[in-house]
């Protein structure tokens, strides 16, 4: 099948909601009605003068990460948004309250971990100091509240939380170093959480794919090649993972579709074996980075996987101004792949669409 794909918009696109479409630019939430082209400005984000102003220039807004990293739908017309530091409930119509305030080291999670109505995210941040590190549930009210802690200098922080529909569990994604990196199986209530594989790269993962034969996962470092890996289960009994498609590069963004397929995306990043003053301005890739491209990748088991798209990364420095990247948004399309554009030429900061002919 042929793929070809095309630009939406110049804005960054947060969400869609039955109503329409949450969209993001320039420090501006816009809403975009239904079978209209049309956006209207619904909330002008809280930031200084300075911040705003920096908001107008996309090298700033990116080295300062000052955008918002993700949202997720909670009903036609309200939705949550992950923005410096905090969570704000927010309505199509203006209202807006904050809900939650992260650590004072984090800015945002990877991504929001829904399973019907609840609503969880992972700590992710630099823990240079090996603290502990929290799983968070919203509660009906909007309060968020501690369901898991793991101990101090057990793991780095949290990827990803993703549920599992065909166990009843959740997974829990954590890196960064050998002995951090692994995929955690918890119970439903999170009593009871155990590794299930830890202590390797090719356990370091950011997207993970449950199916009802077992687990599938991008692996997510600059160090190693990377690939998917699927473990089986049987009986209780889960096998090594094994590799069943080689990446070029990273994996850290990815989504899944109404389908049983899913599309993820490879990031562009830089050596993370160089001393830190260095990492942070090197052009060199990591030992995991074939390319210079973010590619994106399709499918499933059944059908295998396929790259359908590629798109090379800035000029930028890597880290300063962001990997290369796409992010996929939650949005009810199925024939097509809606992502945005990170540190990538021509689409950086913009929404395009990728459709499979």
Same mark, same amino acid.
């Given at each position: 099948?042929?793929?070809?794909?095309?630009?939406?918009?110049?804005?960054?696109?947060?969400?869609?909601?039955?109503?329409?479409?949450?969209?993001?630019?320039?420090?501006?939430?816009?809403?975009?009605?239904?079978?209209?082209?049309?956006?209207?400005?619904?909330?002008?984000?809280?930031?200084?003068?300075?911040?705003?102003?920096?908001?107008?220039?996309?090298?700033?807004?990116?080295?300062?990460?000052?955008?918002?990293?993700?949202?997720?739908?909670?009903?036609?017309?309200?939705?949550?948004?992950?923005?410096?530091? !905090?969570? /704000? %409930?927010?309505?199509?119509?203006? &209202?807006?309250?904050?809900?939650? *305030?992260?650590? =004072? $080291?984090?800015?945002?999670?990877?991504?929001?971990?829904?399973?019907?109505?609840?609503?969880?995210?992972?700590?992710?941040?630099?823990?240079?100091?090996?603290?502990?590190?929290?799983?968070?549930?919203?509660?009906?009210?909007?309060?968020?509240?501690?369901?898991?802690?793991?101990?101090?200098?057990?793991?780095?922080?949290?990827?990803?939380?993703?549920?599992?529909?065909?166990? !009843?569990? /959740? %997974?829990?994604?954590?890196?960064? &170093?050998?002995?951090?990196?692994? *995929?955690?199986? =918890? $119970?439903?209530?999170?009593?009871?959480?155990?590794?299930?594989?830890?202590?390797?790269?090719?356990?370091?993962?950011?997207?993970?794919?449950?199916?009802?034969?077992?687990?599938?996962?991008?692996?997510?470092?600059?160090?190693?090649?990377?690939?998917?890996?699927?473990?089986?289960?049987?009986?209780?009994?889960?096998?090594?993972?094994?590799?069943?498609?080689?990446?070029?590069?990273?994996?850290?963004?990815?989504?899944?579709?109404?389908?049983?397929?899913?599309?993820?995306?490879?990031?562009?990043?830089?050596?993370?074996?160089?001393?830190?003053?260095?990492?942070?301005?090197?052009?060199?890739?990591?030992?995991?980075?074939?390319?210079?491209?973010?590619?994106?990748?399709?499918?499933?088991?059944?059908?295998?996987?396929?790259?359908?798209?590629?798109?090379?990364?800035?000029?930028?420095?890597?880290?300063?101004?962001?990997?290369?990247?796409?992010?996929?948004?939650?949005?009810?399309?199925?024939?097509?792949?809606?992502?945005?554009?990170?540190?990538?030429?021509?689409?950086?900061?913009?929404?395009?669409?990728?459709?499979?002919?």
């Amino acid at each position: 099948m042929e793929t070809t794909w095309d630009m939406v918009s110049d804005c960054k696109l947060l969400c869609s909601l039955g109503s329409g479409r949450v969209w993001y630019h320039g420090g501006n939430i816009f809403f975009q009605k239904k079978e209209t082209d049309k956006m209207v400005r619904t909330h002008r984000l809280p930031a200084s003068w300075r911040k705003r102003l920096m908001m107008k220039c996309r090298a700033l807004e990116r080295m300062l990460r000052l955008e918002p990293r993700l949202a997720l739908p909670l009903d036609d017309t309200s939705f949550l948004l992950s923005y410096q530091g !905090n969570i /704000f %409930w927010m309505d199509v119509t203006g &209202a807006c309250r904050l809900e939650h *305030v992260y650590r =004072a $080291d984090m800015n945002n999670p990877l991504s929001f971990c829904r399973c019907g109505q609840r609503v969880l995210y992972g700590e992710y941040f630099g823990n240079g100091n090996q603290e502990e590190v929290c799983i968070y549930e919203r509660g009906k009210l909007g309060n968020w509240e501690k369901r898991y802690v793991f101990p101090s200098g057990a793991i780095l922080h949290i990827h990803q939380i993703v549920y599992d529909k065909f166990r !009843n569990c /959740f %997974w829990i994604l954590t890196g960064d &170093a050998d002995h951090q990196s692994g *995929v955690w199986m =918890a $119970d439903d209530s999170f009593l009871h959480v155990t590794p299930l594989f830890l202590g390797k790269q090719m356990y370091r993962s950011c997207f993970l794919m449950p199916m009802e034969q077992g687990v599938a996962y991008a692996t997510d470092t600059p160090l190693e090649p990377n690939g998917i890996y699927f473990a089986r289960e049987h009986d209780g009994v889960w096998s090594e993972p094994k590799l069943v498609y080689d990446m070029p590069g990273p994996c850290i963004y990815g989504r899944s579709f109404s389908d049983g397929t899913y599309v993820m995306a490879t990031s562009v990043e830089p050596d993370a074996s160089l001393p830190s003053y260095r990492y942070r301005l090197t052009k060199r890739l990591g030992k995991g980075v074939m390319d210079r491209y973010t590619h994106v990748i399709r499918g499933n088991l059944e059908t295998g996987f396929e790259e359908i798209a590629r798109f090379e990364k800035d000029r930028f420095r890597m880290l300063l101004f962001q990997f290369g990247n796409l992010q996929f948004p939650e949005t009810g399309e199925e024939r097509e792949v809606l992502c945005t554009g990170q540190s990538l030429k021509k689409i950086d900061g913009k929404t395009i669409r990728i459709t499979r002919n």
